[in-house]
């Protein structure tokens, strides 16, 4: 059974940074494509951020291009989102999603979700 | 912000048929194939279609979707009170970022 467990949310002060994880279990983590998907409270859907299976190709939302950092570590199944400069337009429960390709792009689809990590940004 | 147009809301009584409508450009559906996320209350979102016409393996064959042009729409037919929930389209932009549609949410009479 495909799993994707989150965490690292919570309350920080604007300006301040967060780091966030995903631990992937239940498929060979390093087939797919992974990503970041966030919802603030009582709005739609926002991708975020996508890597590939191989972290060749990233990319991110522009409202948060040059703020957040993805990556992933294949050897411990792993996702991570790197938020630095945090503002209040930032809080949101974040998802970590697979793809259901190795590359992301035209052919992405997000077809497991975690339940998702709160964050917080306020003083 | 949703660069991809629904209807805020939309509604049925059982056994209905209900469509959605997701409108975008040329450079996301015009282009790119739509996919479509089923959200329930509280939960996380669940892939319904993918590849504009596709359901994965456990989806309902109730649940159908289309594309025409820079336009794509999700139909529900045979409506059922488990189908209340938000739906949202999405499609790859050119401009190399996923975009969300707004949002619809369906209630059943």
């Known amino acids: 059974e495909v799993q994707l467990v989150e965490s690292g949310g919570g309350l920080v002060q604007p300006g301040r940074s967060l780091r966030l994880s995903c631990a992937a279990s239940g498929f060979t983590f390093d087939d797919y494509a992974m990503h970041w998907v966030r919802q603030a409270p009582g709005k739609g859907l926002e991708w975020v951020s996508g890597?590939?299976?191989?972290?060749?190709?990233?990319g991110y939302a522009d409202s948060v291009k040059g703020r957040f950092t993805i990556s992933r570590d294949n050897a411990k199944n792993s996702l991570y989102l790197q938020m630095n400069s945090l503002r209040a337009e930032d809080t949101a429960l974040y998802y970590c999603?697979?793809?259901?390709?190795?590359?992301?792009?035209?052919?992405?689809?997000?077809?497991?979700w975690g339940q998702g990590t709160l964050v917080t940004v306020s003083s | 912000q949703s660069v991809l147009t629904q209807p805020p809301s939309a509604s049925g009584t059982p056994g209905q048929r209900v469509t959605i409508s997701c409108s975008g450009s040329?450079?996301?559906?015009?282009?790119?194939?739509v996919n479509w996320y089923q959200q329930l209350p509280g939960t996380a979102p669940k892939l319904l279609i993918y590849s504009n016409n596709q359901r994965p393996s456990g989806v309902p064959d109730r649940f159908s979707g289309s594309k025409s042009g820079t336009s794509a729409s999700l139909a529900i037919s045979g409506l059922q009170s488990e189908d209340e929930a938000d739906y949202y389209c999405?499609?790859?932009?050119?401009?190399?970022?996923?975009?969300f549609g707004t949002g619809t949410k369906v209630t059943v009479l």
């Open positions: 999603a697979k793809d259901i390709a190795r590359w992301f792009g035209e052919l992405s689809a997000y077809y497991n």
């Open positions: 890597i590939s299976w191989n972290s060749g190709s990233i």
């Open positions: 999405a499609a790859w932009d050119d401009s190399l970022k996923d975009v």
């Open positions: 040329s450079s996301n559906i015009g282009s790119n194939t």
